[in-house]
């Protein structure tokens, strides 16, 4: 069984249309092997309470809201790519030091809200110490990590806590030192196997805090596509041309879904724990797709993947991403945390310090063998003062998530598969 994910050319043609096709979210399910593999230890559940999958929920709901906003000033000829759970992760952190309006604020922005501090922290605590343990074939790393300067005071209790729910490194530095830079950047790329090389490019003066996250995922495919069947194909990108991209081929089993708007495919990573997810409109363009996305639609879309098996076409992209998210998180309801009104007297008790910049930094390589990825998020303080194949030949949107919960891992937009983006 397949679906095809693309209209006759003959259609295309007559209706100018440029389609989006969206790669969903990776997501961690239930143990199963692919077919042909050798014995592996199966890897574990991510079990959750009932209480920590509505928190799933409201990280989703955070993901898409976070996703609308940077795509809505996404060109139409850049991909994107970002890591809503690694902003999570960040933020999460940075709550432990907020007070007042402004942990109302990040509360609200983050969907936290209904939840104890407790609970979020023990949420995202089980998530770092489970998540690596689902398939012992997937790679996932997740790190976090607290610098300061050496001449700021911070809260001890603000320390502890993170260093015992989310197991960040705590580090008093010389932020004058150029060796600072050199350090931060290398536990970056150290954390993301090389993929993200560098968060900092230097210390502001009036910078003392740099609270950072890092996620790396490497899985192969259930089924891994014969590289002998990779050709150069067509990809219809939104500017009204075509650019000859690498496009990997294969009967492999995959879950479906379409209707007369677009057309879904899902293609599980090894033992059926993580997957990613492909959307392609049809009769609408990818950001006004996006535009319409909600945690409602999301997932009666993903409850209605049938189990298939078929030839797909897709294409192979590799590209990195970056943003920074002053702005969105602005417009989403955490604008007080960036001004001289932030309340983080729970980092320090005379208060004085505002987020300075949050950059987000994010990978993508997808091949014949499976995927890589890669995320960093940097929260910086400053002081106040047999059917038709599968074929994916339009821009698409594009999400990592876990299948048993649904936790969204990454999301993003390939309009042309050959960018390269900027590290």
């Not at 604008?335 to 980092?347: E, S, V």
Request: hydrophobic share 40%; with cysteine; glycine share 6%.
């Amino acid at each position: 069984m397949a679906i095809n994910l693309v209209k006759t050319t003959h259609f295309m043609k007559n209706k100018h249309l440029l389609w989006s096709l969206s790669i969903l979210l990776i997501t961690f399910t239930s143990c199963k092997k692919g077919v042909g593999d050798s014995i592996t230890e199966p890897g574990m559940d991510l079990n959750l309470t009932p209480a920590e999958q509505q928190r799933v929920i409201a990280d989703n709901g955070f993901t898409l809201k976070l996703f609308k906003n940077l795509a809505a000033s996404n060109t139409a000829v850049t991909n994107l790519l970002v890591s809503p759970l690694s902003v999570n992760f960040a933020f999460g952190m940075v709550n432990n030091g907020s007070n007042g309006q402004t942990l109302t604020a990040i509360s609200n922005t983050m969907n936290y809200n209904g939840f104890t501090q407790t609970e979020v922290n023990s949420y995202y605590s089980k998530l770092i110490t489970d998540l690596p343990k689902i398939d012992p074939q997937t790679q996932i790393n997740i790190a976090n990590s607290i610098w300061y300067k050496q001449t700021f005071s911070v809260i001890p209790q603000f320390l502890a806590t993170n260093s015992n729910y989310y197991q960040a490194k705590v580090q008093a530095a010389d932020f004058s030192s150029p060796a600072t830079v050199t350090a931060i950047n290398q536990w970056v790329s150290d954390q993301t196997q090389g993929k993200i090389p560098t968060i900092l490019n230097g210390i502001d003066a009036n910078e003392v805090m740099f609270l950072i996250n890092a996620i790396y995922f490497k899985s192969a495919w259930s089924q891994k596509f014969d590289v002998a069947n990779t050709k150069k194909q067509a990809f219809y990108t939104n500017n009204a041309t075509t650019v000859q991209a690498d496009f990997m081929s294969g009967t492999v089993e995959h879950n479906t879904y379409s209707d007369q708007d677009m057309r879904i495919l899902e293609l599980p990573y090894h033992n059926k724990k993580y997957s990613m997810v492909m959307l392609m409109p049809i009769t609408k363009s990818v950001k006004e797709m996006t535009a319409g996305l909600d945690s409602v639609k999301w997932q009666n879309w993903i409850s209605k993947l049938q189990s298939g098996n078929g030839q797909v076409i897709i294409p192979k992209f590799k590209f990195s991403d970056n943003a920074t998210l002053n702005q969105p998180l602005t417009t989403l309801g955490m604008g007080i945390a960036f001004t001289r009104d932030a309340d983080f007297t729970r980092i320090n008790a005379n208060g004085g310090v505002m987020i300075s910049e949050i950059k987000h930094k994010t990978y993508i390589d997808v091949n014949e063998e499976g995927t890589e990825a890669a995320a960093v998020t940097s929260v910086g303080f400053t002081a106040t003062s047999v059917l038709a194949p599968i074929t994916i030949d339009h821009p698409f949107i594009f999400a990592i998530r876990e299948m048993k919960t649904g936790l969204i891992l990454f999301t993003g937009i390939v309009n042309n598969p050959l960018l390269n983006g900027n590290q």
